[in-house]
């Protein structure tokens, strides 16, 4: 994206972070930008929201970083907070560029060449946000499953859940982050086939959560 070298002089000496380091966090805009040098860095939708757990996963990886390599730069380019989370999954090298000063740098380019920059940025960031769609396609199908499984049907024939346990709680047995696990109630009660936001949710349209299930 940026010629390495013109850069990377500007910047602290290498550094190692150990497996398991969370280098980005989705929803945030970071503090540096990261020149991957050596190592696997893997990216995806993580566990939780906090970077310092140490037990912090990617319950859904969507890629992983080919190095040597920029890791994510088009978000600094556009000036946007991460779409995913960076995990280091081996020891990994890196060199870390301040934020202002590698926007600095690209606002010195000619102009043509800054369009060409935010044009590859935007095109990639909009690739991973149809990832990230598909994700919560598939966690809208386990939700449905999930509350297909724990319905229960009344005297006047309604059909319901109860939440009986914390989202986060009923989000790992889906195997998608807590987040997730809202965004997808959220798209089912937009589709109408749940109702309700509090511990009960009301199943509208049980046939239409069958087939969204798969069942």
């Not at 859940?161 to 937009?190: D, N, Y």
Request: with cysteine.
């Amino acid at each position: 994206m940026i010629e390495s070298t013109s850069l990377l002089s500007m910047t602290s000496p290498l550094v190692q972070v150990q497996p398991g380091s969370v280098l980005l966090v989705r929803g945030l805009m970071p503090d540096f930008v990261h020149f991957i040098e050596t190592g696997l860095v893997l990216l995806g939708i993580g566990s939780n929201r906090d970077a310092k757990d140490p037990h912090f996963l990617l319950n859904h990886q969507l890629g992983e970083l080919n190095v040597p390599g920029w890791l994510e730069a088009g978000d600094a380019v556009l000036g946007l907070p991460s779409l995913v989370d960076a995990l280091a999954q081996t020891s990994v090298t890196l060199r870390r560029v301040p934020l202002p000063e590698f926007q600095g740098l690209v606002s010195t380019v000619p102009l043509p060449v800054q369009t060409v920059l935010h044009d590859i940025a935007r095109a990639h960031r909009q690739q991973m946000e149809l990832a990230i769609s598909r994700v919560a396609k598939d966690a809208e199908a386990r939700c449905a499953e999930w509350l297909l499984s724990h319905a229960q049907t009344t005297e006047k024939g309604a059909c319901s859940v109860m939440f009986l346990q914390r989202k986060r709680m009923i989000a790992a047995q889906l195997g998608i982050a807590p987040e997730t696990l809202s965004r997808a109630l959220r798209h089912l009660r937009e589709r109408r086939l749940i109702s309700g936001s509090g511990r009960v949710v009301n199943l509208v349209d049980p046939t239409g959560l069958r087939s969204l299930a798969g069942a």
